[in-house]
């Protein structure tokens, strides 16, 4: 017995190494990618021979230390939020582990060489289903370790990150079905099985990709822009900080101007020029608020370029975090509304708008952002793209929704100085990389202090500053007319793999109470 607990321990271990290893960390900020077509291996050995009350028990502590050792830059926000969400990964864990032990158990005999499949799929629908709702919290899929893989961000155009999640599942699945099971006739259907699974992802993979390459075109010369990057305005608070951070924001934007002139978009991050300009330009009741407003649109009417600006902008529905576009052929201003708002951070829940929950939105200094209600894609010459504003460019359907309206390229505004992690600034990377390679349709992302880059619309970075500088990255990003499969299907093949596997398990459940009672 203790000769057991010491390898179902050495099995729980090495999964969560291997699950940790895969990801951007402490240790490695890129992750190490190949880790990730292990983490599963022992994981599925060990719960092939545990009890479901265990499978409750491991899977809560799995999914406790899981979110310690991936998301230990929570701390730096608040030890309320680190606790908050390594519960909702215990919670997440527990359930699918008991799951995936009950329906090994019920299993029909005579689809047993097919369980390797419908595992994969149970697990593709837990983290489905994890990322949607009131607390969805997109970091941590295993998918996202292979954010510099090519040829997976290729798969992604297809059936989004859920289909390369799915690939790493099947082969973590497969291998240890392979070595769990004990009929030789099982696993020969098992090899069948995983080559015709293989077969049709590689086949998969090359022919969209050489559809990309012959269909996808750019539709002209690419756009010069300047990326802004200043962490020195990360704590800015007061107006003493807001004049000396426009300041560092205007130097630094006519020193890309001096040193590139044929720049045409020059992009400001997340919250980058605090007060609400659209309205104090108007309002001198605040004197200082007030010229400094004017000072920032009497220096962009000065610059002859089109900028877009992370800022505050109030309405009739509150104060927003807003993406202010300003088109210098038209002198004009056009803003879109931050419809994702981060939840206990830019906005408090309403479910926990109780006198009891007081103490910690105070110690969360929780904003109250109004979200905003429509998505806004910006005209800019003959071309129109979209600003995904921070975590947004974390949502595949979101995106695929800006891509809906004919997006060219996309701009992503960030502000990742909170974490102060290199791993946490790289995991969010990696989520822009699969968005870019889901679409086709490149990404330009400018961070207060994070990985302020240019993707390419097949997901490969093109350039990339180094965090922690005030500084610009000047390139030129180059808008492409093509939609990929995902941009037209989007999760619809994940929604019917999540219909089914739930309908299955209600079945399976229903089996095992039937037996149970009888």
Known sequence: MKKNKFFFFILFSLSLLFYTLSQPSIIFSDGIS??????????????????????????????????????????????????????????????LFFFI?????I???????????????????????RIHGLFSFPYGNIAYSQWKNPFLLNLSSYMGVWGVTLFILLVNSYFASLITEKKILNKKYLLKGFSLF?????????????????????KSVGIPIALIQCPSTAKSSG????????????????????????????VWPETAFVPDFMHFSSD???????????????????????????????????????????????????IYNKIHLVPFTEKWPAFFDSDIFTPIKRSLNCDDFAPGKDIKVFPYKSFRFAVPICFEDSFSSFIKDMKFFSCDFFVNISDDAWAGSKAEKNMHLAMSVFRSAEEATPF??????????????????????????????????????FRSLYSLIGDIPV????????????????????????
Not at 111 to 125: E, G, K
Not at 242 to 259: G, T
Not at 502 to 512: G, N, P, Q, R, Y
Request: charged share 15%.
């Open 239 to 266: 107006i003493d900080s807001y004049e000396k951070d426009f300041l560092l924001l205007k130097n630094l934007s006519e020193k890309a101007l001096s040193s590139h002139p044929n720049t045409e978009l020059i």
């Open 34 to 95: 190949f880790c990730a077509w292990g983490a599963y291996i022992p994981l599925f050995v060990l719960l092939e021979q545990i009890s479901l009350s265990a499978a409750l028990f491991l899977g809560f502590l799995f999914g406790t230390l899981l979110s310690c050792t991936l998301f230990f830059w929570l701390s730096s926000f608040g030890f309320i939020a680190l606790t908050f969400v390594s519960f909702l990964f215990a919670l997440f864990y527990s359930i």
């Open 198 to 218: 293989f077969c049709i992802y590689l086949f998969s993979g090359i022919s969209f990709f050489v559809f990309k390459k012959i269909f996808s075109k750019n």
């Open 284 to 334: 001198s009741s605040d004197r200082r608020r007030h010229k400094l407003s004017l000072d920032l649109i009497d220096f962009l009417n000065n610059s002859h370029v089109s900028f877009i600006i992370g800022s505050n902008y109030g309405d009739e529905r509150g104060i927003h975090n807003s993406a202010i576009f300003y088109d210098s052929e038209n002198k004009n201003f056009q």
């Open 107 to 129: 299993f029909p005999e005579s689809a047993v060489p097919l369980f390797w499949i419908f595992r994969a799929f149970l697990i593709l629908t837990a983290e489905f289903l």
């Open 495 to 518: 929604i019917f793999i999540t219909v089914t596997v739930l309908f299955a398990l209600l079945i399976l459940s229903a089996v095992f109470v039937k037996v149970k009672l009888w």
């Open 101 to 105: 032990v009950l329906s090994k158990k």
């Open 444 to 481: 330009a992302r400018s961070t207060i202090d994070g990985m302020t880059c240019i993707i390419d619309a097949h997901g490969s970075i093109v350039t990339c500053l180094e965090c922690g500088s005030d500084d610009f990255l000047f390139g030129i990003i180059e808008p492409v007319a």
